[in-house]
């Protein structure tokens, strides 16, 4: 396998046609390699085609190879999926955030690009919540994107990643259940319906919320330290307004109500 390994990565520094065919026998490599050399041979084939196909994660300049490294790098991530392990899971976390993001810039390689996300789904299984958590500043960005193929990758990711009891496994339903893409909108309107009776906490769900409505960056100790009087008063059979106004700006709660308004 390494000698394999090694022969492939030369040739995907060759011509185009020369790419096409070791991209080919990694594509069967993925199929066929045993589990116990799955790791090594993924990490050295997929960080090498990152670096021919798409350096720095930036734009993707399609040439006829491109969409067979997208293929190849999801057949390899799937059979990580198939055979779960640390070494899988930790691969996604890493890779993912890049793919996404190469999906929000480059509209023309979407479908390819989605080859690649496919299988790295399958490696996302039981992340932590220390894991889950990493994504949300990307997928804040992504849910706002423009293409409707970007929107529909955030709600897969989402109800992935995240467990219906978190506020983040409802959130990102929620914002686009007013999508202007009415299949995005049904799928948001299938997630929210799921999980039965397994919901966010109120109060987790507020505070997730307030720091979204006062933009308060990655939602840090610091921020919901801001939030405590406001959590006390929303516990109190009548909640006490001026305590839940207290500590912010005209410009804060403004902001805030336009956010709430948008989700409503």
Request: hydrophobic share 40%.
């Given at each position: 396998v390494p000698h394999v390994v090694h022969l492939i990565c030369q040739c995907l520094r060759e011509a185009e046609q020369v790419q096409i065919a070791a991209l080919q026998l990694a594509l069967v490599l993925s199929e066929t390699v045993d589990p116990d050399h799955l790791a090594f041979a993924s990490s050295a084939v997929l960080q090498e085609i990152e670096a021919v196909f798409w350096p720095?994660?930036?734009?993707?300049?399609?040439?006829?190879?491109?969409?067979?490294?997208?293929?190849?790098?999801?057949?390899?991530?799937?059979?990580?999926?198939?055979?779960?392990s640390n070494e899988g899971r930790a691969f996604a976390m890493a890779s993912a955030p890049r793919m996404l993001a190469l999906l929000g810039t480059n509209e023309g390689a979407a479908q390819d690009i989605l080859e690649a996300l496919t299988g790295l789904v399958s490696c996302m299984c039981g992340p932590s919540e220390q894991e889950y958590r990493a994504f949300v500043p990307l997928l804040d960005r992504l849910v706002i994107a423009p293409k409707p193929v970007v929107r529909r990758e955030v709600l897969r990711w989402a109800s992935t990643l995240f467990p219906t009891s978190?506020?983040?496994?409802?959130?990102?339903?929620?914002?686009?259940?007013?999508?202007?893409?009415?299949?995005?909108?049904?799928a948001a309107e299938g997630i929210l319906s799921s999980g039965g009776r397994e919901v966010?906490?109120?109060?987790?769900?507020?505070?997730?919320?307030?720091?979204?409505?006062?933009?308060?960056g990655g939602g840090t100790v610091a921020d919901f330290e801001r939030l405590t009087s406001q959590g006390a008063a929303l516990r109190e059979p009548s909640p006490a307004l001026g305590r839940l106004a207290s500590g912010f700006t005209s410009r804060e709660i403004a902001r805030a109500l336009s956010f709430l308004l948008q989700l409503a």
């Open positions: 720095g994660g930036g734009v993707v300049a399609m040439g006829p190879a491109t969409p067979l490294a997208f293929r190849t790098y999801g057949g390899f991530a799937r059979q990580l999926g198939e055979h779960p978190a506020p983040e496994g409802r959130y990102y339903a929620l914002r686009l259940l007013g999508d202007s893409d009415p299949d995005i909108a049904r966010p906490r109120f109060c987790d769900m507020c505070s997730f919320l307030a720091a979204r409505a006062l933009d308060m």
